[in-house]
T-cell receptor, first 112, second 118 residues
Framework: SQKIEQNSEALNIQEGKTATLTCNYT??????LQWYRQDPGRGPVFLLLIRENEKEKRKERLKVTFDTTLKQSLFHITASQPADSATYLCALPNTGGFKTIFGAGTRLFVKA | NAGVTQTPKFRVLKTGQSMTLLCAQDMNHEYMYWYRQDPGMGLRLIHYSVGEGTTAKGEVPDGYNVSRLKKQNFLLGLESAAPSQTSVYFCASRGVIRTSGSTSYEQYFGPGTRLTVT
């Protein structure tokens, strides 16, 4: 079955540094991959989508890469700020495309 | 445009009690979903609906029922609550993203309902 793996260990970085989060998936070749942000006590919010034919996507300080050979996506936040502290979820559409499968998320802490 | 709303925000139930969680969306989305989120386990799909009058089972449907009588509403029911159903419940609806001839989707989530079953 389709599986998504994200680093369950929290990531602690210093303000101003680049945060890099990893998403690996198995048993699947998705047409696109998504990243969501979730703050404590709130629902996830969509951030970025990258398609299988795109190697890299940028949005302000966010950059996502998608390596369909390695079955991996990297999510970068450059010049990180304490306000970037949250849990980041990787998500893929299921084979039929009508459901979304979510990773468990990686918690990011940015220290001032 | 309120997006996706959920009621209630918090609830405490005793084992065996029943309750209904209400989800409403004002974006005219066809697809709606109910998830539960537990520490370390991520979002797990309980039930979903691909349109008014339709429902389907997700990954963890046991102990839950759903109804989609109106397009904008998706109800999640617990007939006889159990402590294992203590969780945070999220409702979501699916929106379409169309770019450069390709179609993809994003999910819009509600704020969640924190349910405790004692």
């Amino acid at each position: 079955s389709q599986k998504i793996e994200q680093n369950s260990e929290a990531l602690n970085i210093q303000e101003g540094k680049t945060a890099t989060l990893t998403c690996n998936y198995t048993n699947y070749s998705p047409a696109y991959l998504q990243w969501y942000r979730q703050d404590p006590g709130r629902g996830p919010v969509f951030l970025l989508l990258i398609r299988e034919n795109e190697k890299e996507k940028r949005k302000e300080r966010l950059k996502v890469t998608f390596d369909t050979t390695l079955k991996q996506s990297l999510f970068h936040i450059t010049a990180s700020q304490p306000a970037d502290s949250a849990t980041y979820l990787c998500a893929l559409p299921n084979t039929g495309g009508f459901k979304t499968i979510f990773g468990a998320g990686t918690r990011l802490f940015v220290k001032a | 445009n309120a997006g996706v709303t959920q009621t209630p925000k918090f609830r405490v139930l005793k084992t065996g009690q029943s309750m209904t969680l209400l989800c409403a969306q004002d974006m005219n989305h066809e697809y709606m979903y109910w998830y539960r989120q537990d520490p370390g386990m991520g979002l797990r799909l309980i039930h979903y609906s691909v349109g008014e009058g339709t429902t389907a089972k997700g990954e963890v449907p046991d102990g839950y029922n759903v109804s989609r009588l109106k397009k904008q509403n998706f109800l999640l029911g617990l007939e006889s609550a159990a402590p294992s159903q203590t969780s945070v419940y999220f409702c979501a609806s699916r929106g379409v993203i169309r770019t450069s001839g390709s179609t993809s989707y994003e999910q819009y989530f509600g704020p969640g309902t924190r349910l405790t079953v004692t």
